[in-house]
Every structure is written in C-alpha cells, then in structure tokens.
C-alpha cells in the first residue's frame, strides 16, 4: 500500500518536472540513467551509511558540533538522490550532488574554523561528479566555481571571518573521510571510464555496420539484384511517372552499345527507330499493363539497326511506379548479333 | 548515390581515439609542468625563510617532463605509471615534510586516482586508490603520534594556489574523457543516421529489384544448387509455361525437362563453367505437353546457399537454330 502510494506520488512529480522528449537531445546519455538501477542503490547506502554514522557518533558520544551533523546532511543528500533518480531527472542528481558537496565543504570550514578541515575534499569530489555526470560546460564552471570558492574560504579563514575554532588534531575519522573520499572519486572514475570506452565501443560498432549496410546497398548482394544484372536478356527499367531510365543491366549494355551512365535518366525514344512498329508498340504500352512481344528496330550506339523483339509490364506503385522493358536479340543468342532487320518468330503472347 | 558522411574505417577509429589520448595526455603532462614550475617560483617567493618547499614541486614537475618526453619516445608505454607514481611519492612527501594530512598537496592522492582512472587500466585505478588509502592512513598514523614536524596550519595564498593547481589538472583530465565520450557519441549519431538511411535505400533497392523480378516479361526461375528444388518463379514463368506460380515451389527443377539427359547435360556444364550460354531444350508444360525452349542458366552464391538462376524462353528455339543442344555438351 505504502509502496504503491510512493509509486504515484513520484509519477505525479515526473509528469511536472520531467523534460520535453526534445529538450536534451542529442545529448549522450546519462550514465545515470544507463545505470539507473545502481544508482538507486547507491543512493540509499549513501542515506543509510550517513544515517548510521550520524547514530554510531551520537552513541560514541561525539559532541554535537555543526560539523559533526555533516553526516546527517549525506544522509539527506543521498535521500534526495534516490527520489531524483526515481523520478527519472538524472541531470538534477549531478546538480544536487555538486551543490550539496560544495554546500558541505563550505559549511564544514565554517563551522570547523579553517579551511584546513579534511571535508574541503568535498569540493573536488563535487567536480568530479561534474564532469562525469554534466556535461563539459557544466565541467569548466564547476572548475571555476570549486576554485573560487576554495579561494573565498581561504580568504575567510585568513582573515578569521569563521565561526568555529578549529582542532587540528588527526585520527581514525579523518583517515576514513579522506579514505572515503578516494574510494569515491575512484567509483566515480570507473564510471567515467566506463561511459567512455561503452560510447567509443558503440561508435565503433556503429561504424561496421554502417560499413556493411553501404556495401549491401552498393554491391546489391541481393538475388534480385543479380538476376537482374547477370540475366542474358536486355532489361531496362524506366520510372512509369517519368519514363526516365532508372537502371539498365549488362546485357542491355552488351547488345546496344550503350554504357550505363550514357542512357540514365533518359527516356527511352532515342533507343529506337521510329516506324510503324514503334508506334504500335508505344500504342500497346499505353493502353495495357503489360504488352505482348513486339517487333522494333533498335538503334545500336553505333548507329546500327537492331531488330528485336521488346514487352514491357508496369506496375501501379502511386510513389515508385516501374515500367520493365525486355527484350529478345535472336543474333545474340546465337553468338553474333544481326545487323538488318529480322523480325523473330514466336508466339507474342501475352 | 552520394552519401553525407565519408564512410569511416574502424581500424582507422581505434588509431584514432588512441591518438586523441595520446595527445590529451602530452597537453596534461605540459601543463603540470608549468603549473608545477609556477608553484616552485611561488613558493620560492612567497614562504617564510627555510619553510620552502619548491623543490617537491619542481621534483613534480621533473617527473611530468619526463613522463612527456617518454611519451613521446614510447607512446603508452610507461609515461602514464610513472607519473601516477610520481604523483604519490610527491604529495606524500609533501605532506611528510609539511608535517599534516591537512595540507593541500594530500588532495593530490586524488589527482593520482583521477589520472589512473583516465589513462591507467582499471587495476590501476584500484591499486592506486588502495595505495592512496595506505599513504594517508600511514601519514595520519605518523602526524597523529607526533612523528612529524609541527605544521603551521594557517590559510594562505600557497594553500589556495596548490589546491587551485591539482583542480585545474583534475578538470583538465575529466575535461578529456567527456570529450572523448561526447565525440564518440557523436560519431555513433551520425553514423547511426547514415546507416537507417542506407538500411533504407538498400531495402528499397531489394524491393525494386524484387518488383523487377516479377514485372520482367521474360520467365526467370530461382533454384537451390544442392537440392535442385525450384525456390522462386516469376509470373511470366507460369505465364508461359501454364503453371500457376505457388505449384512449382519446392518442385525439382529436373521434373520441367521432358528428356532428363538434356537438364543433366546442362547442370554439368553449368556446374563446370558457372554458367550457361543458351541452349535449347525440351520442357513440360503444365498440361503435360512437350514445348520447344531456349535456356540460360547461372550459379550464384546467396546467404541462403548457392543458387541457380535460370531464364527461359519458351516456344522460340526453333527460330534460333544456332544455339547449342545441351545434348551435344561434352
């Protein structure tokens, strides 16, 4: 019950504070949010390690300095952490934690007394989860800010502005917190170089696929493809909006003379010699779908005359309508291709 | 086709983003040279007489120039080790000879953890964050016994400028993997784009020539190699030949010849050179039928297998009498 309760009320929060699906991208994204699951859990140790030792200093019998109550704030940070990331504002985490870091390290000196005081670490752990978690602006001015501030709080410690009086004396806790600190920034390390290597692993595989993808297109690896390309038939295909000459295969090229390039994007009058035959089958093709085998005389790119037999089918795609052209070269078939006309014999079925 | 983006080579990537590291590192190692050899001055100058410690930061400074110079001797070999070393032997020194944990320089153990974790392997960043855990707990051992020199543990110019130093190196060193990461984001962005829109066109390209495929007026036949079963006809096919188009699917390609030694010959020839030039044959139609046909045929390797793409023309061999008899192939 409490849990769904919980569940509602955080998506009541992200329906306010969640960005526009627009807003961040292209953005990498948040390893934060890759890793959101450890992340939670990260917060709540957090909460529950400051909570803890909050109660282990209260029950050692830790006076309640100011500075003593840091832990409670961790506790408080890590708290705020989990519920970010439960409601899915991954960038306000590395904003809370640089400012409650910052916030920390200049509370600790104030009160502390001195600049001195092992928590000023906070502020370059603060920086570091800056320029893992934000982005490189982010990075630069929260260089400049951990700089300036740590020259504010040395001047305010010079010129004895700070409320505490500081005890400089060192032991197992100072040890811990300065420990703690350098395990921390180390996981935060891990998490940088993890971020890095998964966006240069992904560029990487990215790249190789995009490889193969322009060589399948380029090379048309498909059977399709290659019949089209190897069949022994002339075949030309013409848009059927614009009658320009989409393709040609090799054979067409073979028998007429012509190189690819040389007849793309042509319509195909200038193939043909333009006599009764021709008129008929223009005739044909624009009243059928699919024409039967005619008779034309082809002009080679030499200037020959070329009698064949030509069919053309359409389709009725609205955006890419094709039109087939084959056709049937009795000479090439048997080796020499005929130099006069001679119509082939055969059924013109259809 | 032109394509927005040049293709990218991956061997050429990873040369590439080693370079980049490369190259961020000598700009880091530069860097802490200077800003080393600028703290030496200024503690040279600015610390009470005999209280000067320029020499560790010189002595850091000495290192980093080294690491430099065996960068570019060796790239990658020992010039990130050494300097993450020469970062803790220096900052503990320099604790040791300040006489507290609380001076500036211990910040440095997290520099040494920073510069680890972006050059180093990852068994180096741990072995580092141990060793830094191990330097402080020793030294804190040593100041909390009184082993060391009574610190002046007042805030001055020096604290702010060591602790302003080590930030500036840190952000110079996460500044680096960001823009590592966002360029490789980047790349993989466009690169991603490039690929949908090839993925795209060559799909198209697929469907075009399928629809070619099966508009083309001339029979054509797709038939497994091994197996010789017919896989794909074209409409013309059962046009003109009287078959309904799913009958022959799966079929043997053999059972379409009326004399069986005429589809051997042709499969042997086919299987010798590759490929066929036209040769007539006998073929079956659907009602039973012998019709006269001319047929081309060729071998072709496809994901699937090796395939044999076959065209035909039906009813017009005896109007070509030149093309070979099949039979008649040695």
Not at chain 1, 75 to 104: D, E, T
Not at chain 1, 230 to 240: D, K, L, R
Request: net charge positive.
């Amino acid at each position: 019950m409490a849990r769904a309760r919980m569940n509602g009320v955080t998506r009541w929060l992200g329906r306010w504070v969640r960005p526009s699906g627009t807003a961040a991208w292209p953005e990498p994204p948040s390893i934060v949010a890759a890793r959101s699951a450890i992340a939670m859990r990260l917060s709540w140790m957090t909460a529950a390690l400051g909570l803890g030792l909050f109660l282990i200093d209260r029950l050692a019998g830790v006076p309640v300095t100011a500075d003593s109550l840091m832990t409670l704030v961790l506790a408080v940070m890590g708290a705020l952490s989990w519920l970010l990331l439960k409601i899915r504002r991954y960038s306000s985490v590395a904003w809370l934690l640089v400012v409650f870091l910052f916030g920390m390290a200049s509370a600790s000196t104030w009160f502390f007394g001195s600049v001195r005081t092992i928590n000023i670490v906070l502020i370059l752990m603060g920086q570091v989860a800056a320029g893992i978690f934000l982005s490189r602006r982010g990075l630069v001015w929260t260089t400049v800010a951990g700089i300036t501030l740590l020259g504010l709080l040395t001047w305010a410690d010079a010129a004895g502005v700070l409320a505490g009086t500081p005890r400089f004396v060192v032991g197992w806790r100072t040890w811990m917190t300065q420990s703690a600190s350098l395990v921390g920034v180390a996981a935060m390390m891990y998490l940088n170089r993890t971020q890095m290597r998964m966006a240069q692993a992904l560029h990487l595989r990215e790249a190789m696929q995009r490889l193969k993808a322009q060589l399948d297109r380029d090379l048309g690896q498909d059977r399709f493809a290659r019949l089209f390309q190897s069949s022994p038939t002339p075949i030309f295909v013409q848009s059927a909006r614009t009658g320009a000459i989409m393709d040609v295969n090799k054979a067409f090229e073979r028998t007429l003379g012509y190189g690819r390039q040389q007849v793309l994007n042509r319509r195909d009058g200038f193939l043909w010699q333009h006599d009764e035959d021709h008129r008929q089958f223009v005739l044909e093709r624009r009243s059928t779908r699919r024409t039967g085998w005619l008779p034309v005389t082809a002009l080679c790119r030499d200037g020959q005359a070329l009698a064949l037999q030509i069919s053309s089918e359409r389709d009725d795609d609205p955006n890419d309508g094709l039109v087939i052209t084959a056709m049937r070269v009795p000479g090439s078939m048997a080796g020499t291709l005929p130099t006069m006309y001679a119509p082939l014999e055969g059924p013109a079925d259809a | 086709m032109l394509d927005s983006r040049p293709l990218e080579d991956p061997a050429e990537i990873r040369v590439a983003q080693s370079r980049r590291r490369s190259d961020s590192l000598r700009w880091v190692l530069g860097g802490i040279v200077l800003l080393m050899a600028g703290m030496a001055l200024v503690d040279h100058f600015l610390a009470p007489p005999g209280e000067s410690r320029s020499v560790i930061s010189l002595s850091m400074g000495v290192v980093a120039l080294l690491s430099f110079l065996m960068l570019r001797a060796n790239p990658r070999k020992w010039g990130s080790p050494l300097l993450v070393v020469g970062i803790l032997v220096t900052s503990a020194w320099a604790v040791y000879s300040y006489g507290s944990v609380r001076a500036a320089a211990s910040q440095g153990m997290l520099g040494a953890v920073v510069m680890a974790g972006t050059y180093l392997s990852l068994r180096a960043l741990w072995v580092t964050t141990v060793s830094g855990v191990l330097i402080l707990g020793g030294l804190t051992w040593a100041e909390a016994g009184g082993h060391l020199v009574t610190p002046g543990l007042a805030a001055d110019l020096r604290f702010w400028l060591m602790g302003s130093v080590i930030m500036a190196v840190i952000g110079a060193l996460l500044h680096h993997t960001r823009k590592a990461t966002d360029e490789a984001y980047l790349h993989q962005l466009n690169q991603s784009e490039d690929r949908l829109r090839l993925e795209h066109e060559r799909d198209q390209s697929q469907r075009r020539f399928r629809r070619i495929f099966r508009l083309n007026p001339t029979a054509l036949m797709i038939q497994y190699a091994g197996t010789g079963a017919i896989l794909e006809v074209n409409p013309a096919f059962g046009r003109d030949l009287g078959y309904p188009d799913d009958r022959l699917v799966g079929q043997p390609a053999a059972h379409l010849w009326a004399d069986v030694a005429q589809w051997e010959a042709h499969a042997r020839l086919l299987f010798e050179r590759g490929r066929t030039d036209w040769q007539h044959g006998q073929w079956l139609r659907s009602d039973g039928q012998p019709t006269e046909v001319l047929v081309c045929s060729e071998l072709s390797e496809d994901a699937s297998g090796m395939l044999i793409l076959t065209t035909v023309l039906p009813g017009v061999a005896g109007a070509l009498g030149s093309a070979s008899n099949p039979a008649s192939v040695p």
